[in-house]
């Protein structure tokens, strides 16, 4: 109960008797009120996950950068309607799937899920209605933007695609989409302030400077 995994850095796989049990960054199975917060998980091998989340209790999962996984970055498997994820300002970069909806539900607001094949991914045990998806930021995925296996229609409002308009296979309401990158969602230090001052450029407008 109430476990904190905070600031750590984790760039190597080690296997230790079953691969496919083994290759995951942080796992939580169980448990209520924990916090993964501030972790940094990069792949030099076979690491599948970057972070596992089983547990069917409210917990958080912020701030975190996972680059790199063989399958997923962030694979959501826990919570419930009634004990809900949440899952915010996290950097997911370069993984095949950025971020995978499974059974469980969550409120994700703010994440940054960039490059990779598929950005975000409900999956067939997925009930797509349990997730509820805000201000986060999805970027030049080389495949889709969002691919909807699961149950029901998943509701990504509000959101920033790259490019536009957002790619997306099955039920995904993708309306209200975010003209512009938002400062406080798509922010890691500002990793897109290059992007934003060069888009003011072309339009004759002077940058701001900090």
């Known amino acids: 109960m ?5 600031n750590n850095k984790i760039r190597q796989f080690t296997p230790a008797g079953n691969i496919s049990s083994a290759a995951i960054g942080i796992l939580v199975r169980a448990g209520m009120n924990h916090i993964v917060q501030g972790n940094e ?3 030099t091998g076979n690491m599948q996950i970057g972070i596992d989340i089983r547990t069917t209790n409210r917990m958080t999962v912020k701030e975190n950068k996972v680059e790199g996984m063989v399958y997923a970055g962030l694979y959501l ?3 419930t309607v009634l004990n809900r994820l949440t899952v ?3 950097k997911l970069t370069n993984n095949y799937i950025g971020m995978v909806l499974s059974a469980g539900a969550a409120d994700l607001t703010g994440n940054v899920v960039s490059g990779g094949w598929t950005s975000l991914l409900v999956d067939r045990f997925g009930v797509a209605g349990q997730y509820k998806l805000e201000n986060n ?3 030049k995925p080389t495949g889709v933007h969002v691919r909807n296996d699961g149950t029901g229609t998943l509701t990504a ?3 920033y695609w790259e490019p536009t308009p957002p790619s997306v296979v099955g039920a995904v ?7 512009f990158l938002p400062r406080r969602s798509c922010s890691d230090s500002d990793p897109f302030q290059e992007l934003r001052r060069s888009r003011r450029l072309v339009h004759g ?3 701001h400077h900090r």
């Open 77 to 79: 498997r826990g919570g």
């Open 157 to 159: 409002k509000k959101s």
């Open 2 to 6: 109430n476990n904190s995994v905070l």
């Open 88 to 90: 915010e300002g996290n």
């Open 137 to 139: 930021c999805f970027i």
């Open 41 to 43: 998980l990069s792949n």
């Open 173 to 179: 309401d993708t309306s209200d989409p975010l003209g």
């Open 205 to 207: 407008l002077r940058p």
